[in-house]
């Protein structure tokens, strides 16, 4: 009954490092044969969960980006308004000014020869400031009724965003799980590459090189930026440490090697999760960052930051100039 139970729940309630439930029982007996059958099965197991998780991956990317076009558009609704207010106060005072004035200058024109001329003239001045002001006035309107219903479509976008990303993170978490237990099972990459569907010259989740799982090999504590500067100095390209941000208490930053200058980002810290800026924040330790960034660029954060987090600053490979 015991395992039957573990095998629906996690462990991590007794301990935190074990967030994994009991699958696959091992026989004293035919280990090996258990162990063969177990591979394969776990193999398509990791097709299929590393399908599910591009799937998701592509859909959160698209929904991100909506956000972003939305966030932009809104801002620039918000602006045109802002804008359309100070033309209307403009023509406003202009109109009430003009009309303060109308009847002295219509008083002074009627002791001349055009005074009927100049008259009119003046009516129709002012029909035509309040015409204009009247127009602004309308276009305001369209535009903040353009304003509701864009808010309304980038609230939308948020709450798919908020419901897909526990998805996300818990399919990325059973994935790793299958590729370490994999690993640790000494399968040949390319083998693992054929199950997660990339090209042997891609190898984009590799664990042969297990530096970026060690904290030690790029966590700094409390290192000034000037220190992390000197540091990362001549190495190649992607070469990152993390440190306790100066600036923001709880945070930390990310100091890594971009066309061979050190660029410096933030790493927040907040209730749902390690990121570099909302709706990333989703990891659930520095760690599990490191990893993703491993291979994924820092340009949809940061125009400037066209770099993965390629190579710990303690690797070996990171003092490799290229």
Known sequence: DLIQYYQKKSLAQYNSKLDIRLLYPVSRYYQHHVIEIDIAAIGEQLRIFQDQYKEKSQEYDHLFKELNQTSQELQSKRTAIEAFSEIIRIFEEECETQERYSKEYIDMFLTLDSSTKNDNRIQNNSEELQSRVE???????????????????????????????????????????????????????????????????????????????????????????????????????????????????????????????????????????????????????????????????????????????????FSQQSRLIV
Request: charged content about 30%; hydrophobic content about 30%; glycine content about 6%.
């Open 135 to 313: 127009e602004i006035h309308n276009s305001k309107k369209m535009l903040e009724e353009e304003l509701r219903t864009k808010a309304l479509a980038h609230m939308e976008v948020d709450r798919k965003i908020t419901r897909l990303k526990p998805d996300l993170v818990q399919l990325r978490k059973i994935r790793d799980q299958y590729l370490l237990w994999l690993t640790q099972q000494g399968m040949r990459q390319s083998q693992i590459n054929n199950w997660l569907g990339v090209g042997a010259d891609e190898d984009p989740y590799t664990l042969e090189d297990d530096t970026h799982e060690e904290e030690r090999s790029w966590y700094v504590g409390g290192m000034r930026r000037r220190e992390a500067e000197e540091l990362l100095k001549g190495r190649r390209d992607g070469t990152f440490l993390i440190r306790d941000s100066q600036t923001q208490r709880g945070s930390f930053a990310c100091s890594v090697v971009v066309d061979g200058d050190v660029k410096h980002c933030v790493i927040y810290r907040t209730s749902t999760g390690y990121g570099f800026a909302e709706p990333y924040n989703l990891y659930s330790s520095l760690r599990e960052l490191v990893l993703h960034y491993r291979h994924t660029s820092l340009i949809q954060h940061n125009q400037q930051l066209n770099v993965t987090l390629a190579w710990p600053a």
